[in-house]
């Protein structure tokens, strides 16, 4: 790609919306997805009747390109995104995107914007995000019979603050993502909505997030509101959640695989009960936007729990940062996939 570059601090972004020259769309009507369309709108005209306004039929995803140090753009792991929305969709009943149209489009919208994918020196990234309206007109509970997906880009900077530094977060008992057997598992809107209430509340007493409980029991750690959780015990084991109602992070596992096949470490997904925090001696979260953001202690009730040190990056923690975002900006070799 050439390196014209858009003039920004690119060292300085936040995680918010910029907006960018190019987005990508294709509709799907009578049984079956059109032509890829590039768009300079911002705006979609909707129906009012869309079954994403009235009946969440909305799903999105989330991804980053990197500029490398060897001239290449990379995009992480595209393919599990495009199977991750594919679940999505066998799960509020929207038709699938198939594989390849995904990757044509994500790989159209970052060529096209770019311009603005940050530095490689900025350590900032181009985020990626596919979204996925009913737009047929229902009034009926009914999922909709034509679709939009579209995907837009935006330069962004770290989610939580300081980027890779140690966060406190907190367990709010009163509040769930999803329910046990609901859409925690897929990546859509509502899910996010029910976040917003409890994730204001967290922000208002200085976390950087909720840390949600297992729906079912409130007795197990399921995840962040934007991110996977994962401990490292004192004896080795990576291990994180393993339940029905969390977002199958693709973060997650690739660390899972990274801490087994480059660190030596026992990966473990499995029950994280909250009265068993003690076992670990580092704690994180993971994700696209989060990467991976170290958690200093957990506020349960009048306990605040610290792991390796409520300001200080643990050295497991630490190795398996620079492992992962050295593969995703092309400095280390990557895993086969
Ligand atoms: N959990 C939630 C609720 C998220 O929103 C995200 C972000 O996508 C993740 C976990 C991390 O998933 P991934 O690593 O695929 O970005
Ligand atoms: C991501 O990490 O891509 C997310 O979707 C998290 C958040 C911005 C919703």
Redesign the pocket.
């Known amino acids: 790609m050439n390196d014209v570059m858009k003039d920004l601090d690119w060292s300085n972004l936040s995680?918010g919306y910029m907006p960018t020259d190019y987005n990508v769309r294709c509709c799907y009507r009578n049984g079956k997805w059109g032509e890829i369309e590039v768009c300079s709108d911002e705006y979609i005209k909707l129906h009012m009747a869309a079954t994403c306004l009235h009946y969440g039929q909305e799903a999105?995803?989330?991804?980053k390109a990197y500029r490398c140090p060897d001239g290449k753009v990379r995009v992480f792991r595209v393919e599990e995104n495009a199977a991750r929305l594919q679940s999505t969709c066998r799960g509020i009943l929207m038709p699938e995107v198939p594989i390849d149209l995904f990757v044509e489009m994500v790989k159209k919208v970052v060529r096209l914007n770019q311009e603005y994918i940050p530095t490689y020196e900025s350590g900032a990234t181009l985020?990626v995000r596919p979204l996925l309206l009913g737009t047929g007109a229902q009034v009926g509970v009914h999922p909709a019979k034509e679709y939009m997906f579209l995907i837009f880009v935006t330069p962004v900077g770290p989610?939580f603050k300081g980027g890779f530094s140690a966060n406190p977060y907190v367990i709010i008992r009163d509040y769930d993502r999803s329910a046990p057997l609901g859409t925690g598992k897929y990546?859509v809107g509502g899910n996010?909505a029910a976040s917003l209430l409890p994730g204001k509340m967290a922000k208002s007493r200085h976390f950087s997030d909720v840390i949600y409980l297992d729906p079912s029991t409130h007795t197990k750690i399921e995840e962040v509101g934007?991110?996977n959780f994962f401990g490292i015990t004192a004896d080795n084991e990576f291990v994180t959640p393993l339940s029905p109602s969390i977002l199958p992070s693709i973060t997650k596992y690739s660390l899972l695989y990274l801490a087994e096949h480059r660190l030596g470490l026992k990966p473990v997904e499995g029950d994280v009960p909250i009265d068993s925090l003690d076992r670990f001696v580092e704690a994180g979260a993971c994700?696209?936007?989060?990467v991976i953001s170290p958690i200093g202690g957990i506020q349960h009730g009048d306990d605040f729990h610290v792991f390796y040190s409520e300001t200080e990056v643990g050295p497991v923690t630490r190795k398996l940062y620079d492992e992962l975002t050295g593969i995703q900006f092309g400095d280390i070799e990557a895993p086969e996939g």
């Open positions: 995680f999105f995803e989330g991804l985020y989610y990546k996010y934007s991110a994700g696209t936007a989060a």
